[in-house]
């Protein structure tokens, strides 16, 4: 299946929960078979998934399939091509209500109307930039980088966030109303993108490699080029992009089950490729951002030192080379 595929097929979560006789327009009891949930804690969101707010355990519609029914991830995701996915249309097998066919093509909706009245927002909001300043995120970088602010609203849930564009098509929000809710949001019907992929073109010769946008952010506070995958999943997406082999990667993925998958993906795929990279621990913090939070020297001389050590490496390979 092409990532587009099964971004189609995953845009059906609302529709199996219905088929579930669950009302997505209200909280339902949580799907987490190992939560006791008494008070219908759990949320559809039009980012398609569903999140628990008394567990903490957020689902997509393979996940969902998986606790519904019973079913380790794999089978999950075998059931989710039967009941939604052939040629490139949605075949639903679970009853004989109809859906309409649709084409693998959606339109995606075009914000940059909305980012304009968000970065508004986010110039006289004493609380966004609050939370900024206490991720270190510096106002240069909030400015060049067009981070917004707005309060999303979903029936009988609302929450306040810093709004990241990522491009004209999509955004990552940032709950920063209450950190133990839904921590982030991405729209709706907008395929996770790549953040500042500028950093892969331009002439600077490092770029660091993070997972999440803060963390990305985070590189480019202390004064690094730097890109984000925005999801560990986004491994493929990016080794099918046009790769300079003149510049210098730094992966610098979470310190997780995910981004040490991601990280050595990428690794593989560099060494196939003939191009150069190093590797950055983040100063053994789950994230760079975490580092800067928590050590911004340290943060700091550890990544310049590395780099520092690779300008010697690569002058010695080039005096050889002459």
């Given at each position: 299946m092409e990532q587009h595929e099964i971004d189609d097929m995953m845009s059906n979560l609302q529709d199996y929960l219905e088929r579930q006789n669950i009302n997505t327009s209200r909280f339902f009891r949580c799907l987490n078979p190992h939560h006791i949930d008494s008070n219908a804690s759990m949320k559809?969101?039009?980012?398609?998934?569903?999140?628990?707010?008394?567990?903490?355990?957020?689902?997509?519609?393979?996940?969902?399939?998986?606790?519904?029914?019973?079913?380790?991830?794999?089978?999950?995701?075998?059931?989710?091509?039967?009941?939604?996915?052939?040629?490139?249309?949605?075949?639903?097998?679970?009853?004989?209500?109809?859906?309409?066919?649709?084409s693998h093509i959606k339109e995606q909706k075009?914000?940059?109307?909305?980012?304009?009245?968000?970065?508004?927002?986010?110039?006289?909001?004493?609380?966004?930039?609050?939370?900024?300043?206490?991720?270190?995120?510096?106002?240069?970088?909030?400015?060049?980088?067009?981070?917004?602010?707005?309060?999303?609203?979903?029936?009988?849930?609302?929450?306040?966030?810093?709004?990241?564009?990522?491009?004209?098509?999509?955004?990552?929000?940032?709950?920063?109303?209450?950190?133990d809710e839904l921590r982030y949001y991405k729209p709706r019907g907008s395929r996770?993108?790549?953040?500042?992929?500028?950093?892969?073109?331009?002439?600077?010769?490092?770029?660091?490699?993070?997972?999440?946008?803060?963390?990305?952010?985070?590189?480019?506070?202390?004064?690094?080029?730097?890109?984000?995958?925005?999801?560990?999943?986004?491994?493929?997406?990016?080794?099918?992009?046009?790769?300079?082999?003149?510049?210098?990667?730094i992966l610098a993925l979470d310190n997780d089950e995910a981004g040490n998958i991601a990280k050595e993906s990428l690794a593989k795929f560099f060494d196939s490729e003939n191009i150069k990279y190093g590797v950055f621990d983040n100063c053994g913090f789950k994230d760079a951002n975490k580092a800067l939070v928590e050590d911004k020297k340290q943060f700091e001389n550890s990544i310049y030192k590395l780099i520092e050590q690779f300008d010697i490496k690569l002058k010695k390979l080039n005096e050889v080379e002459m």
């Open positions: 559809y969101f039009d980012d398609c998934r569903v999140y628990c707010f008394g567990c903490g355990c957020s689902y997509d519609l393979v996940g969902v399939i998986g606790a519904v029914e019973g079913l380790d991830r794999r089978e999950a995701f075998k059931k989710a091509k039967e009941y939604y996915y052939s040629n490139f249309h949605k075949t639903p097998k679970l009853t004989e209500k109809p859906t309409k066919e649709v075009n914000y940059e109307k909305a980012y304009y009245i968000w970065q508004q927002n986010y110039k006289n909001n004493y609380e966004a930039k609050k939370y900024l300043k206490q991720r270190g995120i510096s106002e240069n970088i909030a400015k060049r980088f067009g981070i917004g602010f707005n309060e999303f609203n979903f029936g009988d849930f609302s929450f306040k966030s810093v709004v990241i564009p990522i491009s004209e098509h999509c955004f990552s929000a940032r709950n920063i109303s209450n950190q996770v993108e790549m953040f500042n992929m500028e950093a892969l073109t331009n002439n600077k010769p490092y770029c660091v490699i993070t997972e999440g946008e803060f963390d990305c952010l985070s590189f480019e506070t202390i004064g690094l080029n730097s890109m984000a995958l925005s999801s560990a999943n986004n491994v493929s997406k990016f080794t099918k992009e046009s790769i300079p082999k003149d510049k210098v990667f």
